[in-house]
């Protein structure tokens, strides 16, 4: 990495990076945010979450940037929206006949107290996880095996699966590097952060891509990237900071933070 030459975009996933993946804390996160802002660095989240979610929960982080929400179908600037996604119906359609061959269960034929135990949220938290247009989460309920099965069938319709830290998503021929491309027409360098196989496409486009460590055993597999040695929040301020000195980035002044808040 070397001195700022562009200006950066940061463009992280949500779950089990920005946000911890059992309890949703980012306090580790605020000062490296507060850092950004006063240097004019932008975030963009981009998300398996649904507008809603984001929406909600936005207004934590300060955040009124551009966005793209689940998993690469559109993206929001402002109450402009770009989609590249399939709508949710057609997907469901798709799903339909499959149900007889493999064994699990989505968003669409769940109730909202099986949403609530899968995620971990609350109610109106699962509301919003469940307010989707353009994905369908699924639970997977069979082998490994008819799980290769049932992603290539589901390709072989036209559609496509993406692993998250929870569900096999399906969704349209889009990803999270799809709306990237829109922002490399701009004079923008962009640092993207993630933890999951549905993170891979950003970090691929990305000028630097970073991967956030996971609990357990998961080790996300890539080359050139960068990755972080603490997990979750912890990592992507770990891995952020590290950027930020790397590319010259003042830190924040006591009278700065004070005049921020």
Same mark, same amino acid.
């Given at each position: 990495?070397?001195?700022? &030459?562009? /200006?950066?975009? !940061?463009?992280?996933?949500?779950?089990?990076?920005?946000?911890?993946?059992?309890? =949703? @804390?980012?306090?580790?996160?605020?000062?490296?945010?507060?850092?950004?802002?006063?240097?004019?660095?932008?975030?963009?989240?981009? *998300?398996? #979450?649904?507008?809603?979610?984001?929406?909600?929960? %936005?207004?934590?982080?300060?955040? *009124?940037?551009? =966005? !793209?929400? +689940?998993?690469?179908?559109?993206?929001?600037?402002?109450?402009?929206?770009?989609?590249?996604?399939?709508? %949710?119906?057609?997907?469901? +359609?798709?799903?339909?006949?499959?149900?007889?061959?493999?064994?699990?269960?989505? =968003?669409?034929?769940?109730?909202?107290?099986?949403?609530?135990?899968?995620?971990?949220?609350?109610?109106? @938290?699962? +509301?919003? @996880?469940?307010?989707?247009?353009?994905?369908?989460?699924?639970?997977?309920?069979?082998? +490994?095996? #008819?799980?290769?099965?049932?992603?290539?069938? !589901?390709?072989?319709?036209?559609?496509?699966?993406?692993?998250?830290?929870?569900?096999?998503?399906?969704?349209?021929? &889009?990803? /999270?590097? *799809?709306?990237?491309?829109?922002?490399? /027409?701009?004079?923008?360098?962009?640092?993207?952060?993630?933890?999951?196989?549905?993170?891979?496409?950003?970090?691929?486009?990305?000028?630097?891509?970073?991967?956030?460590?996971?609990?357990?055993?998961?080790?996300?597999?890539?080359?050139?990237?960068?990755?972080?040695?603490?997990?979750?929040?912890?990592?992507?301020?770990?891995?952020?900071? /590290?950027?930020?000195?790397?590319?010259?980035?003042?830190?924040? &002044?006591?009278?700065?933070?004070?005049?921020?808040?």
């Amino acid at each position: 990495m070397a001195e700022q &030459t562009l /200006k950066l975009l !940061v463009v992280s996933d949500l779950d089990g990076t920005l946000l911890d993946s059992d309890d =949703y @804390s980012f306090e580790a996160v605020l000062p490296v945010l507060d850092r950004m802002d006063a240097a004019g660095i932008p975030l963009m989240a981009n *998300t398996s #979450k649904t507008r809603a979610e984001w929406l909600a929960m %936005r207004g934590d982080f300060g955040n *009124t940037q551009p =966005y !793209v929400v +689940e998993n690469g179908a559109v993206l929001y600037e402002g109450e402009e929206a770009t989609v590249f996604g399939t709508p %949710r119906a057609e997907i469901l +359609e798709v799903l339909k006949p499959l149900r007889g061959l493999f064994k699990f269960k989505g =968003y669409a034929d769940a109730t909202m107290g099986e949403i609530i135990k899968w995620t971990g949220l609350d109610r109106k @938290s699962a +509301e919003r @996880s469940a307010d989707r247009h353009f994905s369908e989460p699924l639970v997977w309920q069979d082998t +490994e095996e #008819k799980q290769e099965e049932f992603c290539k069938m !589901v390709e072989e319709r036209g559609l496509r699966t993406l692993h998250g830290g929870r569900f096999l998503h399906v969704s349209g021929q &889009t990803d /999270k590097g *799809t709306p990237l491309a829109h922002f490399r /027409k701009k004079e923008v360098a962009i640092v993207a952060l993630g933890d999951r196989p549905n993170d891979l496409a950003m970090l691929k486009i990305a000028d630097i891509g970073v991967i956030i460590a996971s609990k357990g055993d998961f080790v996300l597999e890539a080359e050139g990237v960068l990755r972080s040695t603490e997990i979750g929040p912890l990592g992507w301020a770990e891995m952020m900071t /590290k950027i930020l000195d790397q590319f010259q980035i003042p830190q924040l &002044t006591t009278s700065t933070e004070i005049n921020n808040g």
